[in-house]
């Protein structure tokens, strides 16, 4: 299949705004480094993206979890919309934050990995419970406030919904 020409590509530096060349220039001097990705699609709102990256660096870099943890939801997330940038970004980071190999495959099959450490599978069967459902029986959330407490709960909902968003602005913008 041929690549498809984006339907937002990147705006050259001389036709940004002055908003969207400070936005982007915090973003390549973030831990990202680079303008890549939903970041392209998403200066066409610089104070939309500003606010969103802010939220993303929390997300991925400081959220409650290590990154083997946030890694494991971000492809999960990413799994689900089938969003190949995201995952052909993410699968090398999980790979050496150490997610197994097997997990990521089995994830990428669509099936449910079958050797995973106990906070692994907590995550999983948290965010399949809640893709499918739209939301978690009280006995998967009270098995999540034991391995993860509150505050990872709500980070877990927070990289799923972060990386659901990124995923829509990919598949739309191409």
Do not use: C
Request: a neutral charge; zero cysteines; proline letters at 6%.
């Amino acid at each position: 299949m041929a690549a498809k020409t984006p339907r937002m590509p990147l705006i050259p530096d001389a036709q940004m705004s002055d908003a969207q060349k400070k936005v982007v220039a915090e973003i390549v001097a973030g831990p990202r480094g680079a303008l890549i990705g939903p970041f392209v699609p998403l200066m066409r709102s610089p104070d939309f993206m500003d606010r969103l990256q802010k939220t993303g660096e929390y997300l991925r870099y400081k959220s409650a979890f290590e990154p083997r943890l946030s890694e494991l939801a971000i492809l999960i997330t990413a799994r689900l919309w089938s969003q190949n940038f995201e995952w052909y970004a993410h699968r090398p980071i999980a790979e050496k934050a150490g997610l197994k190999v097997a997990i990521i495959d089995a994830i990428a099959d669509g099936r449910r990995p079958e050797e995973m450490t106990a906070d692994e599978a907590v995550i999983y069967d948290f965010l399949d419970e809640l893709i499918r459902t739209k939301t978690v029986t009280e006995t998967t959330y009270q098995r999540a406030i034991k391995a993860l407490g509150e505050r990872g709960i709500i980070d877990l909902v927070g990289i799923h919904g972060y990386y659901s968003l990124l995923a829509v602005v990919l598949n739309v913008t191409q």
